[in-house]
């Protein structure tokens, strides 16, 4: 396990911060009325990408990537440009630096910025978003509320990723408002449905991978090439209306139920900080043929938590801890299963983890099973109740991985509950 690497940019040094300088993720910013464009950020300190880019200190095949207000264009640059780029900013940041900005008050009051004095946009633009389903917990726990505990995992689950095409355009920035879905719902002792607003939202606990690279139609990729091909991840919250998924699902998936919002958090950890953090997938239960298996561990040790916090309440109360480590097919998996149909996969695709559950109840990635399909109500540290999200809520995402007297920190993925639209 490596240990910190020291910045200049002091608030980079707390051990129990999200962005020591060996972490370095990926956002986009804007200041007041400014264009939006391409950032990392130390402590809690912006570093402009565009300005240094500007002012000489990288050397890139394609100039202006950083000036665009996405990370599209630098995720396709590549791994070489992408690992200069980390060598140069932690040549240029870290404390015994022999490189010019640390001594250059005019480049830094171009280059860096207070985060608090900043906003956060949309880090990539999303080509596609595919939602898979890579917790046995998760699958399990649900399998037994919708179908029964004898059906509860599908038979196909054991040899394949599955997964289903998600909407891209409704992936948002944390922060941004999330209105009640409206869909058809049908209690199972009606008759016929009826058309209102979900009376059972929810979310979910997930880890996105963003992919960095293109496959052409008709190609495939290994797994090791996928694991290449993944750029970074972000904390995710695929949120689901269970009334309307209930109703739908059947015989083709989900659709309306989790088309109206899926919120990822601003900053894009790249594969790079990762490394160290490596875990083998759990046990398995069968094989996987030839194409899916991977030559060595694949999946992340990182540490998850959801707080929801009531409109009117001065406290927020964590009610799912779960870990990474729990997923039993990698990003790497998927996006080898995703192109092994000979699907195109694009610079900008966001494919989610599937609910993060674990084994044991504090771990469950969702509210369908914090309180078992609204059986079984928790309690929140203000007294009050929940089975499903209630419209004033706000749920926050947080994961860092943990390493020595550092942390790999995710920065946090919020969404607030609005009522639903006349
Ligand atoms: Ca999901």
């Known amino acids: 396990m490596s240990a910190l690497v020291e910045s200049w940019i002091v608030t980079g040094n ?52 950083f000036s665009q207000p996405s990370l599209n264009a630098f995720m396709a640059l590549g791994s070489p440009a992408q690992t200069h780029v980390r060598d140069r900013l932690t040549d240029l940041l ?12 005019a480049h830094q009051k171009r280059v860096l910025f207070d985060v608090y004095s900043v906003r956060l946009h949309m880090p990539f633009a999303v080509s596609g978003f595919t939602d898979f389903y890579a917790s046995k917990h998760h699958a399990t726990n649900v399998g037994t509320m919708f179908r029964g505990a004898e059906n509860a995992l599908p038979p196909n689950w054991l040899h394949m990723p599955i997964g289903y095409n998600g909407r891209a355009s409704t992936v948002v920035v944390s922060d941004t408002p999330v209105t009640r879905p409206k869909g058809q719902l049908k209690a199972q002792d009606a008759d016929a449905p009826h058309f209102g607003a979900s009376r059972r939202l929810d979310f979910e606990l997930e880890m996105g991978a963003v992919v960095g690279a293109s496959t052409a139609m008709g190609d495939s990729v290994s797994v090791a090439q996928a694991g290449d091909m993944i750029f970074g991840y972000v ?82 109360t964590i009610i799912c801890r779960s870990n990474t480590k729990h997923l039993c097919y990698s990003a790497a998996q998927q996006l080898a299963h995703h192109a092994s149909s000979g699907c195109a996969m694009r610079v900008g695709d966001l494919l989610g983890s599937g609910t993060i559950s674990g084994p044991e109840r504090g771990a469950w990635g969702s509210l369908l099973e914090l309180a078992w399909g609204g059986k079984e109500p928790i ?23 943990q390493g020595e007297g550092y942390r790999i920190g995710f920065g946090s993925c919020s969404g607030t509950v609005v009522p639903a639209r006349e």
């Open 235 to 316: 904390l995710l919250n695929d949120w689901s209306a269970r009334d309307i998924q209930a109703w739908e699902y059947q015989p083709l998936g989900p659709f309306q139920g989790k088309a109206f919002a899926t919120s990822i958090a601003p900053w894009v950890i790249t594969r790079a900080a990762l490394a160290p953090f490596r875990v083998a997938a759990p046990p398995r239960d069968v094989p996987l043929l030839p194409y899916l298996q991977e030559s060595g561990p694949m999946g992340y040790d990182i540490e998850l938590s959801v707080e929801l916090k009531p409109r009117d309440s001065q406290v927020g």
């Open 379 to 401: 309690t929140l540290d203000d007294g009050s109740k929940r089975t499903f999200l209630e419209d004033g809520d706000m749920l926050t995402l947080r994961g860092f991985a």
């Open 14 to 65: 707390d051990p129990d911060g999200d962005f020591p300088l060996n972490n370095l993720p990926y956002g986009v910013f804007s200041r007041k009325d400014e264009r939006p464009r391409c950032c990392t950020i130390v402590g809690e300190t912006i570093i402009d990408l565009a300005a240094l880019e500007e002012l000489g200190y990288f050397d890139l095949p394609q100039p202006g990537v």
């Open 94 to 105: 870290r404390v015994d630096n022999s490189l010019k900005l640390k001594d250059l008050p």
